[in-house]
């Protein structure tokens, strides 16, 4: 009996020790960045979609989502500088898009970001993708701000060309240009890195940033990819077709629809892939998965967001600091971590990330940052602590300013030597902001702009200094 009863418990602490071990495992996280994906792009947001993505909405299904989570900016880099950094556009250092070899986009030594955080948690980190907020030589470049690895487009500018000759690595502390195969379609090169990194690091915790080029302009996919979206006759099946014709950064498109459609399709692909690489390898329960996008959607290279219905319903586009431009998607999944099918309406945005994460993994969470955490609202509790206001800025063809208190938005418009209008809504009531009330709540505009001046510094980058049209 005495035998008996030691070979039990022998037996019962050998399958302990494991289950232990996972248990105290860091979990992994994989954020995934889409790039111009608007909110009613998806059909877990918009359930009559021109373009169904039945893998991303897996997440939405088997997690949660969020039905009002904001970008940092309407824009690509200071959207994702206020990710990596959090902070909001009246404190970060980018505030705009520009080129980083000027040094006036990349992020400076003192500006410590999400993924240096991890790194020093003990996490292997890697990004599959385009970054934006420093070129190689720059005090922003990857292998300084935080990433063993990476392999992608460092400028905005050279990641609307799906085909080129030449990407970027990071690889031991370096960040250096690599020749590639023009013949290659440059997200098959990204995903394939994605999926290796997973694979090579699933026995620690890893953080991965994928901040995918697609469904940005220009409107460029593989012949075999077009095929799909074109009838037997090599017409469109999204009629009618205004082809584009080359514009700037980006080339002629004879048939724009169907090549977004397909770009769609084919980010909903690969994010299917993300889900069965970590499925294999055996990393579900112990794996986070965030979904979103960096802006809202655009209208460039021959791009219809009045024809996909791309806002959702929602009042604007990218550039516009209407909920259209900025309101993007979030889904979060982690079985056994987060409820499944589960929605939240509470207000949270790109600036949130960090001490979100950095709470997840058990890290310490810097102070002069403007996010707050997430991390009970994943689990189903109400926040420890929310926001009193989210703002934005953004300055092409003079000042934009937006800031929300509970169902109001003020937005400012001010270009130099004018004055400054302003334009007030009722969000909660007036989702699409198609009623303007400035001139009936004069006080709540008052208030607002207040508030929106107090919640700004000036800016230390003399490239984002708006001079009057700030104040």
């Known amino acids: 009996m005495k035998n008996l009863t030691l070979l039990i418990l022998i037996l019962l602490f050998a399958t302990a020790v494991p289950v232990a ?22 059909t877990s947001y918009q359930s009559d979609s021109k373009t169904p993505t039945p893998n991303i909405d897996r997440l939405a299904k088997e997690g949660l989502k969020f039905t009002r989570f904001y970008s940092g900016n309407t824009v690509c880099a200071p959207s ?35 993924s240096q955080r991890l790194k020093a948690a003990g996490y292997a980190t890697g990004m599959y993708g385009k970054w934006g907020l420093g070129d190689e030589d720059s005090q922003g470049a990857p292998h300084l701000k935080g990433f063993d690895s990476f392999f992608g487009y460092l400028d905005q500018s050279h990641a609307h060309d799906y085909f080129t000759k030449r990407l970027y690595e990071t690889a031991n502390g370096k960040t250096f240009k690599v020749q590639v195969d023009s013949a ?39 012949d075999s990819l077009m095929k799909r979206f074109r009838n037997a006759d090599g017409s469109s ?14 080339d002629s498109q004879a048939q724009p629809h169907a090549a977004f459609a397909a770009m769609i399709h084919r980010l909903d692909a690969d994010v299917g892939r993300v889900l069965e690489q ?14 979103s996008s960096d802006n809202g959607p655009h209208a460039e290279g021959g791009a219809d967001p009045e024809f996909f219905n ?36 509470q207000p949270w945005a790109f600036w949130d990330v960090l001490p979100t994460f950095t709470r997840l993994v058990g890290t310490t969470t810097p102070a002069d940052i403007d996010g707050l955490p997430f991390n009970a609202v994943l689990q189903g509790r109400p926040a420890e602590k929310t926001h009193d206001y989210l703002y934005w800025q953004f300055n092409e063809k003079g000042l934009k300013e937006a800031i929300t208190q509970g169902p109001w938005k003020l937005i400012r418009f001010k270009q130099q ?11 909660q009531q007036d989702r699409a902001e198609a009623r303007n009330l400035a001139a009936q709540e004069r006080e709540k505009v008052t208030a607002l702009r207040k508030l929106m001046l107090a919640a700004k510094t000036p800016a230390e980058n003399p490239r984002f200094r708006w001079d009057d049209v700030e104040k």
């Open 184 to 222: 290659s379609y440059a997200q098959d090169l990204i995903m394939n890195k994605a999926l290796q990194f997973i694979g090579d690091h699933r026995d620690e915790p890893f953080f991965l940033y994928l901040p995918l080029t697609l469904p940005h302009a220009e409107l460029r996919v593989t």
């Open 310 to 345: 791309s806002a959702g319903g929602l009042r604007g586009i990218k550039r516009d600091l209407y909920e259209g431009g900025i309101r993007v998607p979030m889904l979060v999944r982690a079985p056994g971590k987060i409820a499944a099918g589960k929605v939240t309406n």
């Open 21 to 42: 071990a996972q248990q105290g495992k860091k979990p992994n996280i994989i954020f995934i960045l889409a790039d111009d994906l608007g909110y009613g792009n998806l």
């Open 278 to 291: 970590v499925k294999k390898l055996g990393l579900d329960d112990n794996t986070y998965i965030f979904f």
């Open 417 to 427: 030597g004018e004055p400054e209008r302003f334009e007030l809504y009722n969000i």
């Open 80 to 114: 994702r500088c206020a990710l990596m950094t959090g902070k909001h556009m009246g404190n970060a250092w980018v505030r705009g898009n520009a080129k980083a070899k000027d040094g006036l986009a990349a992020l400076r030594p003192q500006d410590t970001t999400l």
């Open 237 to 250: 099946k999204f009629p009618p077709e205004t082809p584009f014709e080359k514009k700037n950064n980006y």
